[in-house]
């Protein structure tokens, strides 16, 4: 038996899937605080939540990249600006005055009273190409919740919203269940809405 | 049909099913090296006679180590870890769960603490705790509707933190279900129908939700057919026990077909006028199954006409053309609501307003809608339902469900 007739075989690393679930997560964990600000939908779901509250979206394995993995010896005010992918999660925290804040990527000393996470790289592809909604993808179950499931629901809520703002109507169409009518959400609020959420998320 | 791109299926409760199937309890126990369990159940099971009468038919093979008969309506983790430590004073090594949901669930929960350590549930909430292989468990059910018998779910009350906890895992399916008509043959003709109702809201949420798949499906039809075919002749005549074995088959086949598919908007409805206003869950389903089929007519009109089938025979289904199906269905529903209705002497409420409590008192009164219809948010069920439902669509379905009117398209 020649064994250098059969290699082996090592899976690819996917990293243009990796650099594009990376941003994604960074762009809605950007968006989501702000969109709490000016969205009084949004800022009701969340109030549901209790203060103190720390919640996550990942893709699991949770591991670092190899190239971000000198990212575990940065100081922590440094990785919390979220640009370093230590694995692909996004943290979101609620303080004792009810607001948001993005806190990256960074699990390191946290506590998560809530967690989603996507099983495999793939399964998250399927709900961020759009090619499954976020209740499909829960349905074919793409992601596992630890934590209370009503807090789940609420955020689901908030992910759907947010989605309307963030992408244009024919994609978002397909990342909810319903697109909003009129009635629910006039064009001049989801405009201007769009506009301050776009700008204030990635300026200042 | 198109098949979905995943999904996950699991049913390996072992079944006995039939008129004298009480007697092999001892010999199945044996099977699973056990001979000394514990009965679980609640003091209406034990004041009907039906602990009695599991213990007469099991005869003399078997050491009852010892009877906990004070399960209350809405079991509490206090409850589990009070009846774990009877468990462990006896020396019992597995469980005979004897009652409804209730008895059931709290029963899964005890096997939880007696089997993985510990004082008590609260270590083991959410998914993945409980990660091994537990006690024997029997289930005996007394209501042919919850099909907790065939769910890998416990549902337990925490009082201190107000909230309902979920147990989820594989290892909590029971070992052995056993369906004998004589545990439902005195069951009154108000629950009979409304526990059967709840048992066809599960097979019918199973079938045109987001989460079915061709394996529950089969087991849903076929629910569903049992259940129409029999359920009015049984009511009727309680002693039926052919009719009776009917019914407990179709609430154990719904209920695997709901634990693997998941339910949707009647159970979201559901869940939330029970936590909110104390509706019994088989009254609730029974009264929002017309409403939650004609909500999803616009997304799954489909597999809803595909229901006539099962539920009107093949003649009508036959002779209906296919887009006149869903709507004839949901009168189906409405007709069946009516003549249960009827031949309860009006006991089985077919509208929100109709539901009394025990000193007749309405039990949702028409100014909590809006609550009601807001809190519809928080529940999962939420999810799996395939069409949107938000409060301000909620609120429509539950001010028609309380008149007892169709739903306008």
Redesign the interface.
Known sequence: MHIERYPELKPGRKWIKRFYLSIMLWTVGKAIPVAAKVDKEIKKELDKLPDNFTLRLMILPERALGPFFYAKMLPAFVADKGLLPYGMQMIIHKDKEGKLHYQGADPRGKKFDLSMAFKSLEAAMMVFTFRESTPTGYAHDRFVVEGYLPYATAFMRVLDIVEVYLLPKPIARLAVKRYPKWSEMSPLRKHLNRLIIYVRAFTF | MLL?????FCCRVRTLSGIDTLEQIPRQLARLRAAHPMIVSDKGVGAAGLIDKVVQAMGDGLKIGAVYDQVPVDSDYKVVDDAAKVYRRNGCDAIIAIGGGSVIDTAKGINIVVSLGGDSLLAYE???AVNRRLRPLVVVPTTAGTGSEMTLVAVIADPDRK?KM?FPSYFILPDLAVIDPRMTQTLPDFLTASTAMDAMTHACEAYF???KNPLSDSFALRAIRLISQHLLEVVKNPGDLNGRLALANASAMAGIAFSNS?VGMVHNLGHTVGALCHVPHGVAMSIFLPYGLAYNLGKAADPIGELLFPLAGPEVFAATPKKERPAKVIAHIRRMNEDLHAATGGKHPRCLKEVTGRDGSQLVPRSLLPAIAEAT????A???N???M?P?DALPVLEHAWEGTPLGR
């Open positions: 979905p791109s995943f999904y996950d959410g998914f993945g909230i979920l939700c987001l989460e998941m948010l928080l529940d999962g939420r999810l799996t395939p069409e949107e938000l301000a």
